[in-house]
């Protein structure tokens, strides 16, 4: 290490331990903590890892744990350029040189945020982990700090937290709207202020830095994200030299959220606009945005890996205000944002997810593997007031269930009022999005 770094990694360690900790909103995500095991935290950059990590330390400040036996650093600094597992030992040692007492004796929380940009963390955190008394989180814009490869050197030892953009619940709380443990017994008056809520949500989103701002600020603030996004976690990570193809996928997979596309095709039309790029290079470009979290796509359900593959997918941004960020028409896409909301909620729930071309050729928005071992066929139509509408969604349900007969059906619309009467297939039921959305 040069001097700048040592001098720099103890300014951190100095603050790291004695900074005031900011009042934020409670991040409801699930974590299991095991002994023995770290807590990988990970999602697109901005939506609020390091609030989650600040949150977990806050937790252990009340409950009487001293400041200064919680531990944040964040390697993300252009003074740290190269750093490798050698200055995470030093950290470590510095710390517990300033704190003689504390080794071996207490618990030490150690959260290390943006720890991939560290060369060799995984065989520092694996040793740690069996030779001192630490908890630790990490922190990363990549969903490669639990690739294959990482799993194997850290055999086993972490555990995967996704933090996405505010979930509506989340975003509710943030704004200081109270909700009752049965939603269903909302006042007409706290019910359509939670309706106005959703629909501003649908296109202003979740990016907690975003909320507040003029249209205008919150476009380039937004873009500025996406841009990072693609600089920093594609460009710069993987040496992508293709650009121009890069930013073309994006704006093409953003702006057709929720349509279905094929890798064949996006390579077919760029050839045909004098843009040449191999079909290996987009699928690693493909990649390479889902694993920056900018992207998720949704695999068609398929009865073999072979037939899974050839399919194609649909891709979804992680947040709903992206979608009119590229949308070029002008229009407010409801349908587009709704689905993107339920795909990213799904996650939340940790649901393994697939959408559905049935044998009479509807298509179902998706099918859901939830935790629980329950299955269930979601479609989600923002208005289905017109009586031909509802009993389209229905009956594609229902084709779906002769194919899928374990999987309960939702319907899942913005406005249940005017819903037309008609009768409900077996195992079928619709729902707003609120309600489902706070379910």
Same mark, same amino acid.
């Given at each position: ?24 909103? *409670? ?43 919680? $531990? ?6 252009? *003074? ?18 300033? @704190?003689?007492? $504390?080794?071996? *004796? ?24 069996? +030779? ?20 194997? +050197? ?71 994200? $996406? ?15 293709? $650009?121009?193809?890069? *930013? ?7 702006? @057709? ?30 990649? @390479? ?46 349908? @587009? ?9 799904? =996650? ?14 509807? =298509? ?20 289905? +007031? ?54």
């Amino acid at each position: 290490m040069t001097a700048t770094q040592t001098a720099a990694l103890q300014e951190k360690l100095a603050l790291g331990t004695s900074q005031e900790l900011p009042v934020l909103t *409670r991040r409801q995500v699930p974590m299991t903590l095991l002994p023995g095991k770290a807590q990988a935290v990970i999602g697109m950059r901005r939506a609020g890892k390091t609030c989650f990590l600040f949150q977990q330390m806050q937790e252990r400040l009340a409950q009487g744990i001293p400041r200064e036996r919680l $531990v944040y650093l964040n390697f993300e600094d252009e *003074r740290l350029p190269g750093l490798e597992a050698d200055a995470l030992t030093y950290l470590l040692d510095e710390y517990y040189r300033t @704190h003689p007492g $504390v080794r071996g *004796r207490e618990k030490v929380m150690l959260c290390l945020d943006e720890v991939q940009l560290v060369k060799g963390w995984e065989s520092f955190v694996r040793r740690i982990l069996d +030779s001192e008394k630490v908890e630790v989180f990490l922190s990363g814009s990549s969903a490669k700090m639990l690739s294959q490869e990482v799993a194997t +050197s850290m055999r086993g030892r972490a555990l995967e937290v996704i933090i996405h953009p505010f979930s509506f619940r989340e975003l509710l709380a943030h704004q200081s709207v109270p909700l009752p443990e049965d939603v269903t017994a909302l006042t007409p008056a706290k019910r359509s202020r939670i309706e106005k809520a959703l629909a501003d949500y649908l296109s202003v989103g979740g990016f907690p830095e975003t909320l507040g701002l003029p249209a205008d600020a919150r476009s380039r603030l937004l873009q500025s994200y $996406v841009d990072v996004a693609m600089l920093r976690d594609v460009v710069e990570r993987h040496q992508v030299a293709n $650009v121009a193809a890069l *930013r073309f996928l994006v704006r093409h997979l953003l702006a @057709h959220a929720g349509s279905p596309f094929s890798v064949q095709k996006i390579h077919h039309f760029l050839t045909s606009q004098g843009m040449p790029v191999a079909k290996n290079t987009l699928h690693d470009l493909l990649a @390479h945005l889902e694993d920056a979290f900018l992207v998720r796509t949704v695999w068609m359900e398929a009865a073999s890996e072979r037939q899974r593959m050839v399919n194609p997918r649909k891709a979804y941004p992680i947040d709903t205000a992206l979608i009119a960020l590229y949308d070029r028409t002008g229009r407010a896409n409801l349908g @587009h944002a709704l689905e993107t909301l339920v795909l990213l909620e799904l =996650e939340r729930r940790r649901s393994a997810i697939t959408w559905v071309r049935t044998p009479a050729g509807y =298509e179902i928005d998706f099918l859901a593997r939830h935790a629980d071992g329950r299955h269930e066929l979601i479609q989600v139509c923002a208005d289905a +007031s017109d009586p031909d509408t509802a009993e389209r969604e229905l009956r594609a349900l229902a084709d779906a269930a002769t194919v899928s007969p374990k999987a309960t059906c939702t319907l899942i619309t913005l406005h249940q009022t005017g819903f037309p009467k008609l009768p409900l297939p077996a195992k079928t039921r619709v729902v707003t999005a609120w309600q489902w959305l706070l379910e």
